[in-house]
């Protein structure tokens, strides 16, 4: 089983939805979890992170369920600017930092 | 203050030639990782480093990857020989103590083609 698992869509939706997607993960030690965004071509960049009663940015909603070993992201009112790959990230050990295989997301009008 | 920088953006080599991808962290960063892409296995933790020392390198594909970082501020991932399936893009990430977030900051990534 991988470490870090996504959907990996695409997801297709239109402009002004809300759109929500999950990440599972395998290590129950894990402590420290992230949503990266990356743009076609472009280098992963941190989106937020992942608080275990849950956090807000805009937008975006992030949300930890350790009992279940997931994490979350909402995104409402969704932009185009919004399409991109979404990564979901854990720390396994103080400086081991896994990656999931990204979910893509795509906006259209 | 300038990002990651890595070098060459691109490169296009031929089966059984030497690769070298250059990395320079961020200045004060103490943590350095290697990450590949591609399309099938999406982003994979080769190598990183702490205080220049390597802490593991389980990501390593196998003995014709080599990575060093012989002072702070420089690493390189060397491939030796390269072979078609090591075509993907190679990215280089820091991250400092001091960071709270955790944050990882990568460089835009060098993307090789091996022919």
């Known amino acids: 089983r991988k470490e870090v698992e996504q959907d990996p869509g695409p997801f297709n939706v239109p402009e002004g939805a809300t759109v929500a997607f999950n990440c599972t993960y395998s290590?129950?030690?894990?402590?420290?979890f992230f949503w990266y965004r990356q743009d076609c071509r472009k280098e992963p960049k941190l989106l937020m992170s992942?608080?275990?009663s849950g956090n807000e940015d805009g937008r975006f909603t992030a949300q930890l369920n350790r009992a279940s070993q997931y994490i979350s992201l909402l995104i409402r009112d969704s932009k185009l600017s919004d399409s991109a790959t979404y990564l979901c990230?854990?720390?396994?050990?103080?400086?081991?930092?896994?990656f999931g295989s990204g979910t893509r997301l795509s906006i259209r009008p | 203050d300038a990002g990651v920088i890595q070098s060459p953006r691109h490169e296009v080599t031929e089966m059984g030639q030497e690769v070298t991808l250059r990395c320079k962290p961020i200045?004060?960063?103490?943590?350095l990782f290697w990450y590949r892409q591609t399309m099938m296995r999406g982003l994979e933790l080769l190598i990183y480093?702490?205080?220049?020392?390597?802490?593991?390198d389980s990501g390593m594909p196998e003995d014709r990857f080599s990575a060093k970082m012989p002072n702070a501020s420089f690493s390189t991932l060397k491939i030796q020989p390269s072979e078609p399936r090591d075509s993907a893009v190679y990215f280089c990430?820091?991250?400092?103590?001091?960071?709270?977030?955790?944050?990882?900051?990568f460089g835009e990534g060098s993307r090789l083609t091996v022919l």
């Open positions: 990430a820091s991250q400092g103590l001091a960071s709270n977030t955790g944050e990882l900051f």
């Open positions: 990230v854990y720390y396994s050990s103080a400086s081991k930092i896994i």
């Open positions: 992942v608080y275990s």
């Open positions: 480093f702490n205080n220049n020392v390597p802490i593991d």
């Open positions: 290590n129950s030690a894990s402590q420290s």
């Open positions: 200045s004060g960063h103490n943590s």
